[in-house]
């Protein structure tokens, strides 16, 4: 098993070395003039060249790449060019507010997806079968953003003054300040540093931090906002893991085992839930690590139509106005998070079937 | 007359036939029993209906304000006659957009360029993402090593996001978005083509024909590719529903195709912060993405399902 994970592991370093190269390459690509587009149209060529130098963009581009590997290397994700603010303080700002969205999404689209596609399998050719597959085929074909617009239309206007309404954008309510764990507990956090880095970065995931302080008033506001992005975003993969659940569910509720199962007297339930669903486990968790990508493309589709400052919504921002460190240490963070998960996908596959080892 | 003469002779007089049947006509067969893919072939034959009778059925020209022409109100609510609107009113379907154009019209042109969209950006990711599979898979050795990593790079990144990054690369624009949505989609199709050839290449038939001396091209054209088609029809039909989905989405987010375009993603980013006022200009554009993917899914679920009879049973 160890073995597989370092393999597994080593494999994925060339790629990591790629996305810094290819994210590097881009950010350098980007048409226009960062001095500018930071400064104003009107900027001198003195101001201008100053500017550059301090950042370093006058020197030869793989001398920049040097530098920036090395910074990365640190820990040190440089300083946005128009926010005048670190880059990491910036990550650790706004990452929370995706984690927390994307997160929702896919336990909601697991908690959903699963058990239709069991039902839906176990139910072969039934009406409710034919129900649940038109509705996962139309959920695959729904783009987010309409979703999320037409969810925001429905819960925050037409039920408007029912106990079902649902805010349609932010975070917490307006003015809903709650204290950060740090701050209950009485922590002694430092001003600077990784330290505070990462106690900021929990405390602003809401949901952690209210269950942290045991603050249920901010947990159900928190959860109030992130009901509809969550759906919006949750949809896709959701009827995609439905839909894969019900064939990899058919193909092995076909097996001699299962009727074996069945012949020696478990109960159907047993049967289908601890012998069939562990053997199907396998082509889903693929599912669910390619699903992962596109959870974290549609969260910029989600954020911009719930209005939520997250990554997608600040990289998309970023790129607009051409801020190289943000669209930089933004893309590189995205994609190794993307490889890490990834590599916990594969590391699934060789706990859930003991065969994948010996490839 | 020998034995299988007669035999022949006697299948002839009684008319059946002897030719055989291909494996595109047991598809096509196939195809056309399953109900969710006559669905959406439905559907698709609709949308390619309507994209090439636009100009015909769309009652006002979709690029040119209303303003002059007969009252507007800015993002006027749907008048349809047979519903009971006045009859002494224009009338309009879908209602009027912030720009004062009829967005039935508008959403009629839509479908043309949806169409192409999906179709173009396809066909360009295929035809490179065959050409690096199937030098990668026939080459093998450091070439598939480097081609194949380059593409797991382009994979580390979620699709929509590298796509947002290399269309502000090269600025704005429809052309632009779907060159963009078409790169980002090149290692699926790559990824199928180099496993197909992969197994191909191993065939008898294959060794055969360099055993007569066949040249790599020939083998590459006549014998490998022909057997890769399958896969790349199934991955294309949907591919082309998700590229409609990502141009959409760009488009959406203001970076794909420009206005007065009719587009339908960009005609519900114009409007969507309109979606508590005017929600009939959001909801008919994303009704019609929706209906256009939903027909590639389907279409493309049933040829897979026609082409590989082995999962028949298992995608509904």
Redesign the interface.
């Known amino acids: 098993m160890f073995t597989y994970i370092l393999r597994r592991f080593l494999s994925s370093i060339p790629v990591l070395i790629g996305i810094l190269f290819a994210t590097f390459t881009l950010a350098r690509l980007l048409p226009g003039d960062p001095c500018r587009a930071v400064l104003g149209e009107r900027a001198t060529d003195a101001v201008c060249d100053e500017f550059l130098h301090r950042h370093g963009l006058d020197r030869p581009i793989p001398v920049q790449f040097a530098v920036y590997v090395n910074e990365i290397a640190h820990g040190d994700f440089g300083v946005s060019l128009r926010y005048s603010e670190t880059v990491g303080q910036i990550l650790v700002e706004r990452l929370p507010t995706t984690i927390e969205l994307t997160f929702c999404a896919l336990i909601l689209s697991l908690i959903f997806g699963i058990p239709i596609g069991i039902i839906s399998a176990v139910r072969h050719n039934s009406w409710v079968d034919v129900l649940t597959m038109s509705w996962a085929n139309i959920g695959v074909s729904m783009p987010v953003f309409w979703l999320g617009l037409m969810l925001a239309f429905v819960f925050s206007l037409l039920l408007k003054g029912t106990p079902l309404w649902l805010p349609p954008s932010g975070r917490l309510t307006a003015g809903n300040l709650a204290p950060t764990f740090a701050q209950v507990w009485g922590l002694k956090v430092p001003a600077q540093g990784a330290l505070a880095a990462m106690v900021e970065f929990i405390g602003r995931l809401n949901i952690l931090n209210a269950i942290l302080t045991g603050n249920w008033s901010l947990l159900g506001d928190a959860l109030k906002h992130l009901i509809l992005p969550s759906m919006a975003l949750g949809t896709i993969p959701m009827a995609l893991i439905a839909r894969m659940t019900r064939s990899s569910m058919l193909d092995v509720l076909d097996q001699d085992f299962i009727r074996t199962a069945r012949a020696k007297g478990l109960r159907k339930n047993k049967v289908v839930l601890k012998h069939a669903f562990r053997n199907a486990l396998l082509p889903l968790a693929t599912v669910i690590g390619l699903e992962l990508g596109g959870l974290l493309g549609g969260a910029v589709l989600t954020e911009t139509v719930f209005n939520l400052s997250g990554m997608g919504r600040t990289l998309y921002d970023a790129i607009s106005a051409r801020d190289y460190g943000i669209v930089q240490a933004f893309t590189v963070v995205i994609a190794i998070f993307f490889v890490v998960l990834n590599l916990i996908v594969d590391i699934s596959y060789a706990y859930l079937d003991p065969r994948v080892q010996l490839k | 007359m020998s034995q299988t003469e007669e035999t022949i002779a006697k299948l002839d007089s009684e008319n059946i036939s002897l030719m055989s049947v291909s494996l595109w006509q047991v598809t096509w067969r196939r195809l056309f029993r399953r109900k ?1 893919a006559l669905v959406g072939m439905m559907i698709l034959g609709f949308l390619i209906f309507i994209a090439i009778t636009a100009q015909w059925l769309a009652p006002y020209d979709p690029y040119i304000p209303l303003i002059g022409l007969e009252p507007v109100t800015m993002r006027a609510k749907p008048c349809i006659h047979l519903l009971g609107c006045p009859a002494d009113k224009y009338q309009h379907l879908m209602g009027i957009d912030g720009n004062g154009r009829d967005e039935f019209s508008r959403l009629l042109y839509g479908a043309r360029l949806s169409l192409v969209i999906g179709l173009s950006t396809v066909t360009f990711a295929i035809l490179i993402g065959t050409f690096l599979g199937a030098v990668a898979g026939y080459v093998g050795g450091w070439l598939d090593n480097v081609i194949m ?2 593409l ?2 382009l994979l ?6 590298l796509a ?3 269309v ?2 090269l ?1 704005p624009g429809l052309i632009n978005a779907l060159l963009a949505i078409g790169i980002v989609s090149i290692p699926s199709y790559a990824r199928v083509v180099r496993s197909s050839v992969l197994t191909v290449r191993e065939t008898d038939y294959v060794s055969a024909s360099k055993a007569i001396g066949s040249n790599t091209l020939t083998i590459l054209f006549r014998h490998i590719l022909p057997n890769v088609l399958t896969p790349l029809i199934v991955q294309g039909t949907l591919g082309i ?1 998700s590229a409609i ?1 990502d141009a ?2 760009l488009s ?2 203001g970076l794909g195709a420009q206005p007065p375009t009719p587009e339908w ?1 960009s005609m ?2 114009a409007e ?1 912060n309109q ?2 006022t005017a ?1 009939y200009l ?2 008919y ?2 009704l019609a ?3 256009t ?2 027909s590639f ?2 279409l493309g ?1 049933g040829l897979r399902d026609a082409l590989d009879p082995r999962l028949s ?4």
């Not at chain 2, 049973?313 to 509904?316: A, F, K, P, S």
């Open positions: 969710s990593r380059v797991d790079v580390a990144f979620p699709s929509l996001l947002i990054a290399i502000t690369m600025g529903a989905l959409a989405a959406f987010l993603g519900l980013g969507r979606v508590f929600p959001v909801f554009p994303g993405i929706m209906l993917v939903l899914n389907l679920d049973h298992v995608n509904g």
